[in-house]
């Protein structure tokens, strides 16, 4: 049997007269006088496509092959041979091809044109196969790569927190019940769903963060770091959210903000650098076709230090701004994106760290600065996206948590277990959460979230 090669390989190892076999999609068909044909084959390795030629010395070239069109799928065997055209070095002369797949043109929704990325979204089972998108997902598994790699050079051990969970991180409440009870049939008492019955005896829900599970675990082992699902049910219908999405979240024991802040710098920088050291062909794309000037912004980002203001700093930037924006500014409110973009993109011209954010804003779990009024809180603004990452030292302090849950109307005894933490060897301990889908889009370029996830999760949509 002949050896099987991915495109990627055949294109890089250049193995000429040699006979080969290799499998993927038909993009363009282009027949030619002399009774032979040109085939553009991709296989989803790479970008590029491998030219095959293809004649009437195949014995189904009349009965397949001359009805092949985009979107079928076929194994070709035949001899690696230089190309005389350009852009290309080797090209595969065929001696067999077997379709297994016929795409009925009539029908299939993806043609030899640009879609847009809306038309796109209506066929999420379908989009990988274009371009933009399978460059995005090969992206996507560079990046993920590259995540494990940062943590695993560090000494981090990776855990595996629950999706399902009966703590609400955040303390917002945007969480989504999980329940095997019958809906048409609750059971109630006072009034109420009676969750004692349900599966776990208890309320439960998806979700929107590991980072408390993180904290027991960096107790024990030092550095830890989770990655997976989140879900938040946010009815946020833009182009910055997801109700599914995911999350890389380290946590450090005896690490303070300031180191926590260098090491999400560091890691930001780690992930740029893999995409621009291993993923070329696929980030030109995106500097063509996509962003303009997304290479200068990565470049920036890799060799520049991130600057460092703190919340109060960032607020009296933007007041004496004479920017118009849409949210009013002040002290003891929530940055909102347009004043997280304008920070970063025109009052330091590039990613931005922002700390110390006023505590009645934050959850409880961020340790308590001396003036009790802020918290030592970090976010990571990025050009073009905004917060990348959020992040803080968690307070280590017994009395002052306890004081701030109760403030907080916090159910003690619900989170009896995160309060063992500071009982039992507590110590100064620091995280984060980088919102992978932001990364991937503030590297491809891409205007819509919904176009870096594979099968995007939001309101009113959750179609496979």
Request: charged share 25%; with cysteine.
């Amino acid at each position: 049997m002949p050896p099987s090669y991915r495109i990627n390989n055949l294109l890089a190892e250049k193995p000429l007269d040699t006979e080969i076999t290799v499998t993927g999609w038909v993009r363009t068909r282009r027949d030619a006088k002399g009774n032979f044909s040109f085939l553009e084959i991709n296989d989803g390795s790479c970008l590029a496509n491998l030219q095959v030629i293809a004649d009437d010395s195949i014995p189904n070239y009349d009965t397949e092959v001359l009805r092949l069109t985009t979107g079928c799928a076929a194994s070709i065997t035949g001899m690696v041979i230089a190309s005389p055209a350009k852009g290309q070095e080797i090209e595969l002369k065929a001696t067999t091809i077997t379709v297994t797949g016929w795409a009925d043109p009539k029908s299939y929704p993806l043609q030899k044109k640009r879609h847009s990325f809306e038309y796109l979204r209506t066929v999420p089972h379908l989009r990988p196969r274009t371009n933009s998108l399978g460059a995005v997902a090969r992206l996507r598994g560079a990046l993920s790569f590259a995540c494990h790699e940062f943590f695993n050079q560090r000494g981090f051990v990776q855990i595996h927190t629950p999706v399902i969970t009966t703590s609400d991180c955040e303390g917002a409440g945007e969480m989504f019940t999980t329940t095997n009870l019958d809906l048409d049939n609750l059971p109630t008492t006072a009034g109420k769903v009676d969750y004692q019955q349900d599966f776990f005896g208890r309320r439960a829900a998806l979700t929107v963060s590991g980072q408390l599970e993180a904290e027991a675990y960096a107790l024990a082992l030092g550095n830890v770091y989770t990655f997976g699902p989140t879900f938040r049910a946010e009815n946020s219908n833009t182009s910055r959210h997801l109700a599914e999405f995911w999350m890389i979240e380290p946590e450090m024991a005896f690490c303070d903000l300031n180191g926590n802040i260098d090491l999400a710098e560091a890691f930001i920088k780690h992930l740029l650098q893999y995409v621009v050291d291993n993923c070329q062909e696929d980030f030109d794309l995106f500097c063509r076709f996509i962003e303009k000037n997304l290479a200068t912004k990565i470049h920036n980002a890799l060799t520049t230090p991130f600057a460092r203001i703190t919340y109060t700093e960032a607020v009296e930037q933007l007041r004496k701004s004479k920017h118009k924006f849409t949210f009013p500014v002040q002290w003891g409110t929530d940055l909102q994106s347009e004043h997280e973009r304008y920070l970063c993109e025109d009052v330091v011209g590039g990613p931005l760290v922002v700390s110390d954010y006023p505590k009645e804003i934050k959850p409880f779990y961020m340790r308590a600065n001396d003036d009790n009024k802020t918290v030592a809180a970090m976010d990571i603004l990025l050009p073009g996206i905004g917060e990348i990452i959020g992040g803080s030292q968690r307070e280590e302090r017994l009395d002052l948590l306890v004081a701030r849950m109760t403030e907080q109307g916090l159910d003690l005894d619900e989170y009896s277990w995160y309060l063992d933490l500071r009982r039992y060897g507590s110590a100064p301990h620091s995280g984060f959460g980088l919102g992978f889908e932001r990364i991937i889009q503030f590297v491809s370029g891409m205007g819509n979230i919904r176009d870096v996830i594979p099968f995007p999760r939001t309101p009113g949509s959750a179609t496979s």
